[in-house]
């Protein structure tokens, strides 16, 4: 074997070697909820190794050898760049790997991305172009062949996912492209006029268009479109078109008529992307602008931190444009710049990583797409008891024998008339709601021509996740409501229908498009036997059996479509005024020196826990396609007992702020809500509201270190929502 044959299969086998090992690194835990996957098809622009893989071992391109992805990836990559690409960019804000090459990967799964965009490839068939005239001699895989590709091993791809084909299909951003461009490349370097090229235009948006619709019809529901690029602007058309008559723009230096080219087939492209939407409403066609998102790097350099030469490659052998056609970067002889950064242009043809990253933030903070990107949940469903209650159990009342919560001072510190929440006003979920910009969630019962587009809640005052005929067959009584978890499920599946067709999603991409809150629940199947004086021993046989019925609700909701679960864990029991009344002794070694509560019942309340999270972590395990994250109830209020006063609250956190007086403030039979029963002057220093709940202050509270990930596990992630990420002082609205 020749030296060159040698260093050409290392270079080879390093490739491969690479993508095995640190291609990964961007994975992350905490995923973006939206899209599991990336599916892309184009041509270098999006290229992460096809082309190498796919050239002979003895005649390897340039993106083979440095100082292709010396900015990051060190050895080359197979990408036409310095470092990464705008697919890179998505992949890491979507917290997914760098999308691996179809072509010449072995091992490598494909369950998170798959990518079949090569160096050279164009809109049309090769076999299409040469009759016309054009040669495209660097690859016969245009699009249509790298579709067919993926069709053939589509049947490959779905039995090694949990998902079928038209789910996997429907959970992945699909990137069309850059595509077409080199359709325009080859004749505009071949010498073709400007007229005989913009006769392909409309041929190359039907070849986009037509393979949009093939993967609508396989089950593609998110697509990002990209436009064609200001080549005008392009070092190697600045250079190819180098003469003395030819017309620049006096600001950027770009030659106008080529810029009105690429316009020209941007407009046509999107005539097309609108008249798909309209055809298919239940899809997501986004156009991507990489022209102006790239534009406005010529026009303010230095705004964004290029050097004011943006039209000069930065690797090159000199000249005006440091760009000379057939002595191109990679090859024996060609110099490149010492800060690639500082460049827009890499090679004369690519762009520079740092170019790269700049036109993927326009992309996907919206600047740049139409429509924008939309990271948000779209709605919140919820299950629970009164912990998540917002209205349901006043609705389901006699109207001669209304609850508490009918009555003032609930809602006193936000509604102000009372709205059926177990509060002095707003609950974790109503912060939830208001961080995401959706409306506060409305209760299911007794809710009348009220949208559900947005919000449905099922959480009942007194439910349970046990249903009521079980506890009663163990000797527990639930006398508040029979509307416990397996309840509010069924009637949920019966409504489910109607909720979708008033929606313009069917009923999964309603499901995976929302937040679905699972509880708080369970706590009351062991409130009411601790109240019925059950020992601990026999309320914690009861555990295995209520973990059972949340993750079977789970399990249902998952195979109806749903996607993100917030599922949150009991609290710490002991600390509330109502079992701190119950349990009251004088006996000081039963209490917590430090906080007061009692150990044993925050004991049984962390059992409940670490049940829940293990059966968790075994249902993210199975279903690895959604994200179940533990809310961690728990331990987000019990530092407000430990530290109360660096939380803003009074030195006497046990106490309730509505009661009649006593250690606690709390009595047994003269409740809040009741009359004789007075309320604190600022609900807001206190915890505990009612004895058995707690205050708006708390709610708040504990809202913001789940949302900012500090007690939820995993922890969100933020950075899909388009939100600023939530910090420990996020202000909520008042």
Request: charged share 15%.
């Amino acid at each position: 074997m020749t030296t060159t044959l040698l260093m050409a299969s290392l270079i080879v086998s390093f490739l491969l070697i690479l993508y095995y090992t640190t291609i990964v690194v961007a994975s992350s835990e905490s995923r973006c909820r939206r899209y599991k996957s990336i599916i892309s098809f184009g041509d270098s622009i999006a290229d992460t190794g096809n082309y190498v893989h796919l050239s002979n071992v003895n005649n390897l391109p340039q993106a083979a050898f440095l100082p292709y992805g010396e900015s990051f990836f060190h050895p080359p990559s197979g990408r036409y760049s310095d470092g990464r690409l705008v697919i890179d960019f998505i992949a890491e804000f979507l917290g997914l790997p760098y999308v691996p090459p179809y072509f010449g990967s072995q091992n490598v799964s494909f369950n998170q991305g798959i990518n079949f965009a090569v160096y050279g490839a164009t809109a049309l068939d090769r076999a299409f172009l040469v009759k016309q005239g054009i040669k495209s001699d660097f690859t016969n895989i245009s699009l249509s062949v790298q579709l067919n590709t993926f069709k053939q091993i589509l049947p490959n791809l779905c039995a090694s996912s949990t998902r079928d084909c038209r789910e996997m299909l429907g959970d992945s951003l699909i990137l069309m492209g850059e595509i077409g461009g080199n359709d325009y490349n080859y004749p505009f370097f071949e010498g073709k006029s400007i007229n005989e090229i913009k006769e392909l235009v409309p041929l190359i948006i039907n070849a986009i268009s037509s393979a949009i619709v093939d993967l609508i019809d396989l089950g593609g529901k998110t697509f990002l479109v990209p436009g064609n690029f200001p080549i005008g602007c392009s070092t190697a058309y600045l250079t190819l078109f180098q003469t003395a008559t030819v017309e620049h723009d006096p600001f950027t230096g770009c030659i106008p008529w080529l810029n009105k080219f690429g316009e020209h087939h941007n407009e046509q492209l999107k005539i097309e992307l609108k008249q798909l939407q309209k055809l298919y409403p239940h899809v997501n066609i986004i156009y991507a602008d990489y022209y102006n998102s790239l534009y406005g790097l010529f026009q303010e350099p230095a705004k964004y931190g290029f050097k004011n030469r943006p039209l000069a490659a930065c690797c090159g052998v000199g000249g005006q444009y440091n760009f000379t056609i057939g002595k191109e970067c990679g090859e024996n002889g060609v110099s490149y710049c010492q800060n690639p950064s500082e460049y827009v242009n890499w090679d004369g043809y690519h762009l520079t990583e740092a170019t790269y990253q700049k036109m993927a933030q326009g992309l996907l903070n919206g600047r740049y797409t139409t429509p924008a990107f939309d990271w948000r949940f779209k709605s919140i469903i919820s299950f629970g008891d009164s912990i998540a209650d917002t209205g349901n159990y006043l609705h389901l009342s006699d109207v001669n024998h209304l609850p508490q919560s009918a009555f003032l001072p609930y809602g006193e510190s936000f509604f102000h008339p009372p709205s059926g929440r177990y509060s002095d006003g707003r609950l974790i979920i109503d912060f939830i709601a208001e961080f995401l910009g959706l409306p506060y969630v409305p209760s299911y019962f007794g809710s009348q021509n009220v949208s559900f587009d947005q919000g449905i809640n099922f959480a009942v005052y007194g439910a349970t996740a046990l249903d009521r005929v079980f506890l009663v067959g163990k000797g527990i009584e639930s006398d508040f409501t029979n509307v416990s978890l397996s309840v509010q499920l069924n009637i949920f599946k019966q409504i489910l229908p109607n909720l979708c067709t008033s929606s313009s999603r069917d009923c999964r991409e309603m499901l995976g498009d929302s937040l679905i809150l699972m509880g708080e629940i369970g706590v009351n199947d062991y409130n009411y036997p601790f109240f019925e004086g059950k020992s601990i021993n026999e309320i914690k046989q009861l555990v295995p059996l209520v973990i059972k019925a949340i993750s079977s609700a789970i399990v249902d909701l998952i195979d109806l479509g749903g996607k993100t679960f917030l599922v949150p864990g009991n609290f710490p029991l002991g600390c509330y005024p109502a079992y701190l009344t119950l349990f009251q002794t004088a006996a000081e070694e039963d209490h917590d020196p430090f906080t007061g509560c009692i150990p044993r019942l925050n004991e049984f309340g962390e059992y409940h826990n670490e049940q829940l999270k293990t059966e968790l972590k075994r249902l993210q395990e199975l279903y690895d396609h959604v994200n179940i994250i533990y809310a961690d109830y728990y331990n987000s209020l019990f530092r407000l007992y430990q530290e109360p006063v660096k939380y803003g609250f009074k030195n006497r956190p046990l106490a309730a702020c509505c009661g009649v007086g006593g250690q606690y403030n709390f009595t047994i039979g003269k409740e809040c809500g009741h009359r004789g029963v007075s309320c604190c002057q600022n609900p807001s220093e206190y915890v505990n509201w009612d004895g058995y709940h707690l205050t708006e202050a708390t709610h708040q509270k504990m809202a913001q270190v789940i949302l900012n990930g500090t007690y939820a596990s995993p922890a969100f992630d933020w950075s899909c929502s388009g939100s600023e990420s939530v910090d420990k002082e996020y202000s909520f609205s008042s």
